[in-house]
């Protein structure tokens, strides 16, 4: 069944892989909002067993093949870009988050600044330089230095912000990063954030980023750790970021991931990181 317009939204593309990594998020979710922002999950190859699982999932997210993608989508970043523009005949403001995060966080004042018009994510590095090659975008595009933004937790209005949602699905053709390497127009860029950040850049949109610290908002920051100073009983937790002294908001699984031997070493390093996704993981079994 097909759910009526909404305000805002949740949505994420997931694997097989990434399963792990997507309960883990979709606990999260249900933890600080509860079901009432309705969750998309595009559904990129799950296996019959996992997708019967999540009916079970109180949050009731609603399931999507890659397949109902306008265009096709041989990877997960291609159907990755097409999300938004998929959703505009459902939702105003989506927040698009990779399944391999969670929230430790209500995130509110997110949508609220997207429903101002702003384009939220975090920082993930301190700007772009665009070489030559990025004149495939726009002759305007070399030689500028903007910011560059994480598409792995973004937020933005589809009503102000279509022409972005469209273009960005509409790319997903044409990246280098696609088998054929994006023939003719070859689009430059690193998976699909690159070719966010390029597109949003070309349509002169980097006045209504609102952009948030990477630390607290992406914690892809190298060595940076975390700890947890309480745990209530429905499942919360205050994580604070060692490295910053701040609130942790969302918690990244950067590198290798946590659901898996090398991610389990890799996480286990950086303070209470690992016991942070675990415990979603495992909050299922304790009250949901």
């Not at 792990?20 to 190859?45: C, E, K």
């Not at 990877?75 to 005949?89: I, P």
């Not at 101002?116 to 070489?131: A, L, N, T, W």
Request: glycine letters at 8%.
């Amino acid at each position: 069944m097909i759910r009526a317009f909404v305000q805002r939204a949740f949505a994420t593309v997931c694997d097989r892989e990434y399963f792990p990594g997507l309960w883990a998020l979709l606990n999260s979710l249900w933890v600080y909002h509860q079901d009432t922002i309705p969750v998309y999950v595009f559904d990129f190859d799950l296996t019959s067993a996992q997708k019967s699982r999540l009916l079970t999932h109180p949050i009731s997210p609603e399931l999507i093949s890659v397949s109902s993608l306008p265009f096709p989508s041989p990877g997960t970043w291609e159907a990755k870009q097409q999300v938004f523009a998929y959703l505009l005949k459902r939702a105003s403001c989506i927040y698009l988050l990779d399944a391999d995060l969670v929230l430790v966080s209500n995130v509110k004042d997110v949508f609220e600044w997207a429903e101002e018009g702003k384009i939220v994510s975090s920082h993930d590095g301190p700007g772009k330089y665009y070489k030559p090659h990025y004149e495939s975008y726009s002759p305007s595009l070399p030689g500028c230095q903007l910011p560059y933004l994480n598409s792995g937790a973004l937020c933005f209005n589809t009503r102000r912000h279509w022409d972005l949602a469209g273009l960005w699905a509409f790319a997903s053709q044409y990246c280098v990063y696609s088998p054929d390497r994006g023939h003719p127009l070859q689009l430059a860029g690193h998976g699909d954030q690159g070719v966010f950040n390029a597109i949003a850049s070309m349509l002169h949109k980097s006045d209504n980023f609102h952009i948030l610290p990477e630390t607290e908002w992406c914690d892809s920051t190298v060595g940076c750790a975390l700890g947890i100073q309480e745990m209530s009983g429905n499942g919360e937790l205050v994580v604070s970021n060692v490295t910053t002294g701040n609130k942790q908001r969302i918690v990244h699984s950067s590198g290798p991931k946590w659901w898996t031997k090398a991610g389990e070493v890799h996480q286990g390093r950086l303070g209470d990181k690992l016991k942070v996704f675990e415990h979603f993981y495992n909050f299922s079994r304790k009250g949901l």
